[in-house]
T-cell receptor, first 113, second 110 residues
């Protein structure tokens, strides 16, 4: 049973470009979460999705950031017109229920140059 | 919102030593998880422990929800235990969003 799969592991973008981060949840999990981690800090919640629905995006910046979890395919976190401050590790997690144990992917380390 | 505090922030031990890491939270929680982030950045689930005590090999954890704290015990430390240990909670009433502590950075010296 494969775990949560994220790709790419590392992503380098120039300022102003777009970053697309992908996440495939564990088999049987329909709840997906995105978190951001800055160096030397814990993770911060960004968005919670179920299939085709955004349940809570209160932790996600209103501009430039968007997330989706389509009926088919992985969840996507999209950052438009990236800036240096977007450099961070972005983790995806999935669970079988809202308050059930969450399992995390290996993260995508975004570097904006 | 709920505050999650972990102590100590840093811990340096010799291989073979035992350690206790603490997680305090300021309000009621539905659930609590402990994670190990290894030096490569990977997050590994250790325990899902809203209350009570669990053991897994050299690691064990205890959560006393009524007193709002959890403890992670590591016995006979190995160098591979190095990394950052995070506690994360589901606040009561917001049961999907994990609120994270700042972590305890553990270094095990050979």
């Amino acid at each position: 049973n494969a775990g949560v799969m994220q790709n790419p592991r590392h992503l380098v973008r120039r300022r102003g470009q777009e970053a697309r981060l992908r996440c495939s949840p564990m088999k049987g999990h329909s709840h997906v979460y995105w978190y951001r981690q800055l160096p030397e800090e814990g993770l911060k919640f960004m968005v919670y999705l179920q299939k085709e629905n955004i349940i809570d995006e209160s932790g996600m910046p209103k501009e430039r950031f968007s997330a989706e979890f389509p009926k088919e395919g992985p969840s996507i976190l999209r950052i438009q017109q990236v800036v240096r401050g977007d450099s961070a590790a972005y983790f995806c997690a999935s669970s079988s229920g809202a308050s059930d144990e969450a399992f995390f992917g290996q993260g995508t380390r975004l570097t904006v140059v | 919102g709920i505050q999650v505090e972990q102590s100590p922030p840093d811990l340096i031990l010799q291989e073979g030593a035992n350690s206790t890491l603490r997680c305090n939270f300021s309000d009621s929680v539905n659930n609590l998880q402990w994670f190990h982030q290894n030096p490569w950045g990977q997050l590994i689930n250790l325990f899902y422990i809203p209350s009570g005590t669990k053991q897994n090999g050299r690691l064990s954890a205890t959560t006393v929800a009524t007193e709002r704290y959890s403890l992670l015990y590591i016995s006979s430390s190995q160098t591979t235990d190095s990394g950052v240990y995070f506690c994360a909670v589901h606040p009561w009433g917001s049961n999907y969003q994990l609120i994270w502590g700042a972590g305890t950075k553990l270094i095990i010296k050979p």
